[in-house]
């Protein structure tokens, strides 16, 4: 009878812990977008909004009415804002008057977060650039110029002539963009390229600096030569962005293009998911859960071992941790560690520290020395969002996977 009840208890208990229900958070405070053309079809926008999206990508003015009612935000893709050659641009009445009557189309729609001006630009169109998104700002000032910048790997010669710190700097200081958007695809056969981690310590750097939060958008589908899918190249991207201080994940693709070798988006070239559908709605899940935690944090450093890629720092660097032990209890040969630690600190100057298992392949069995002895770890909870006394089986990290603790 004992064992029986006890058995109950504890099946009463682990049904308490599944399907975790998170609130969503907001499209203006963390961005989760699908990165290309938003849909018309409601359908379409209601399921992007169950794997978890927030922002279904880049909208017709048409559409801004379905975009809403399925709970979602969008940037407004619209000829009147996007259309010009960025270094001739026609007089200022015609600007303005194009201006106003994109405004009188928006008519205020809570789902229109800004307006999509251009992807990837060169240096030499940010003034151009910059031009429209001042009228823009001053025609609705609650709407967000949105340009996405090169990856860090692309050289001078795309970029215009800049390098690539002086190229970042230009859409804060031109543009006056309130966030960095960039992309930055690195996942190649089963490895994540240096020039990922390069990228985000120098969009980090810069968005602290300028006060500013930077957006990722990263790899979700395959093509060319780039990995497909899984969870772990999901769960490496973002905590990896999150352990920077990332306030935003954007997702190339959501829908797999109709040509070259693309493959494997969330939903196929016939409109049905495929595996990475699941995939994704489970890192969005985790976002959703870390995210009003995250946004109360401020990135005071990020730390790399045993391998620093270049604009990194290496562990020595570190102010909270002393060391991390990454072992595999249970494999044989074991795997030599890598990983990165994200430190943080609250309003209240309370620690935090993000640690990332940056191997796709291996799970680790982790343990952190402090460099303050006596204080004790607490868990913030990827399913649920909410501090738990850290113990049991939570000191293991998937391929891939971070953990967010706050340090008591």
Request: aromatic share 12%; with cysteine; glycine share 8%.
């Amino acid at each position: 009878m004992r064992i029986t009840l006890l058995f109950l208890l504890m099946a009463a208990g682990a049904a308490a812990q599944i399907g975790n229900r998170v609130q969503p958070v907001g499209p203006r405070d963390f961005p989760v977008m699908a990165w290309g053309s938003s849909p018309g079809d409601a359908a379409q926008l209601r399921e992007m909004k169950e794997a978890g999206l927030n922002v279904s990508g880049f909208c017709n003015v048409k559409d801004l009415a379905l975009v809403r009612d399925a709970g979602l935000a969008c940037l407004v893709a619209d000829p009147r804002a996007r259309d010009y050659k960025w270094d001739a641009l026609p007089p200022d009445a015609e600007l303005r008057k194009n201006i106003a009557a994109l405004k009188a189309d928006v008519a205020g729609n809570p789902a229109a977060l800004g307006f999509y001006l251009r992807d990837e630009p060169p240096i030499t169109m940010m003034p151009g650039m910059g031009k429209v998104a001042a009228l823009l700002r001053e025609a609705m000032p609650d709407k967000w110029p949105y340009v996405n910048l090169f990856p860090y790997r692309v050289g001078r010669e795309a970029l215009g002539g800049s390098d690539y710190e002086a190229y970042v700097r230009s859409l804060v200081t031109t543009i006056r963009q309130p966030f960095i958007s960039y992309d930055d695809y690195s996942l190649v056969e089963g490895e994540m390229m240096d020039y990922f981690y390069s990228a985000l310590a120098v969009v980090r750097r810069i968005g602290l600096e300028a006060n500013v939060p930077f957006w990722n958008c990263i790899l979700a589908n395959a093509h060319f030569n780039y990995m497909e899918p899984s969870d772990a190249t999901f769960n490496l991207q973002v905590y990896s962005t999150m352990a920077y201080g990332g306030r935003g994940i954007q997702y190339f693709s959501y829908f797999s293009q109709t040509r070259g070798n693309y493959r494997l988006a969330a939903i196929d070239q016939f409109g049905n998911r495929t595996p990475t559908w699941d995939m994704l709605r489970r890192i969005n899940n985790q976002i959703h859960a870390l995210a009003p935690t995250l946004l109360r944090l401020k990135s005071t450093g990020v730390y790399h071992y045993p391998y620093v890629p270049p604009q990194c720092q290496g562990m020595q660097g570190a102010r909270l941790v002393r060391d991390v032990k990454m072992t595999q209890s249970f494999v044989r040969p074991p795997a030599g560690a890598q990983y990165l630690l994200g430190e943080f600190e609250d309003e209240q100057k309370r620690p935090y520290v993000m640690l990332v298992n940056k191997s796709l392949k291996h799970s680790f069995r982790f343990a952190l020395a402090l460099k303050e002895e006596g204080r004790k770890l607490v868990r913030v909870s990827p399913y649920s969002g909410q501090e738990e006394p850290f113990g049991r089986e939570m000191d293991w990290l998937a391929p891939g996977a971070g953990m967010l603790l706050r340090i008591e």
